[in-house]
Every structure is written in structure tokens, then in C-alpha cells.
């Protein structure tokens, strides 16, 4: 069992920059693949981009590539999400979820957290 907390979300404006945090509890976080997700009012739950076991591979959806890194610290059990160059479009509840392989779809993220929303100003 795993238990992800979010914080770091609130108000940008565009062009702005913020990080989140997932704190993770238990021992086996170096365990999980970390992954980001977000959700807009009524859409659908977006893939943001996800971080490896040891944190040798990232891959980020094209609509934030260059924008945000993702990075993790697994001796502090927490996975970060750098947010730069925001636009309103990011706007959303942004998720971290755990999952045993390497994946981009939400189903295969065995734990998430409860959200934390950002919302960028224009």
C-alpha cells in the first residue's frame, strides 16, 4: 500500500513557474514508476509525464515538453513536478499516481494522490 500526498499547487500567472510535490509513504517508493496527470473541468484525465523507477527516464506529453521536469528523491520518498513558462491551458487538478511499469495510461497507476489544483491566470 501506498499513500501519495500532492501540495505545492495555487495561483500563477502566465509565464509563472511552480513545483509540486508527491510525498509518498511506505518503503518501497524506488519501487513505482511516478507519474502526473491533470484534469480540467469537464475533461478528461490528462497524461503530464512520468519519471522511472531511479529516475533514468522521463517522458512528458508534447503539450508540456520543455515546459515542466520531472525529477524524484527516492532516499525522501517524494517526486516533484517543475512547472515553468505557465499558460492558462495548464489550469487543472494535477494528480501523482504510482504504478509498477512504465506507462502513460491512468488505468495502469495502482495508487494517486488526492490533488492539488493549479490555476493560471491570464
Known amino acids: 500500500q501506498v499513500q501519495l500526498v500532492e501540495s505545492g499547487g495555487g495561483l500563477v500567472q502566465a509565464g509563472g513557474s511552480l513545483r509540486l510535490s508527491c510525498a509518498a509513504s511506505?518503503?518501497?517508493?524506488?519501487?513505482?514508476?511516478m507519474g502526473w496527470f491533470r484534469q480540467a473541468p469537464g475533461k478528461e484525465r490528462e497524461f503530464v509525464g512520468y519519471?522511472?523507477?531511479?529516475?533514468?527516464?522521463?517522458y512528458y506529453a508534447d503539450s508540456v515538453k520543455g515546459r515542466f521536469t520531472i525529477s524524484r528523491d527516492n532516499a525522501e520518498n517524494t517526486a516533484y513536478l517543475r512547472m515553468n513558462s505557465l499558460k492558462p491551458e495548464d489550469t487543472g487538478v494535477y494528480y501523482c499516481?504510482?504504478?509498477?511499469?512504465?506507462?502513460?495510461?491512468?488505468?495502469?497507476?495502482?495508487?494517486w494522490g488526492q490533488g492539488t489544483q493549479v490555476t493560471v491566470s491570464s
Open positions: 511506505g518503503r518501497t517508493f524506488s519501487t513505482y514508476v
Open positions: 499516481a504510482a504504478a509498477r511499469v512504465i506507462m502513460r495510461d491512468p488505468s495502469a497507476y495502482n495508487y
Open positions: 519519471i522511472s523507477w531511479r529516475g533514468g527516464t522521463t
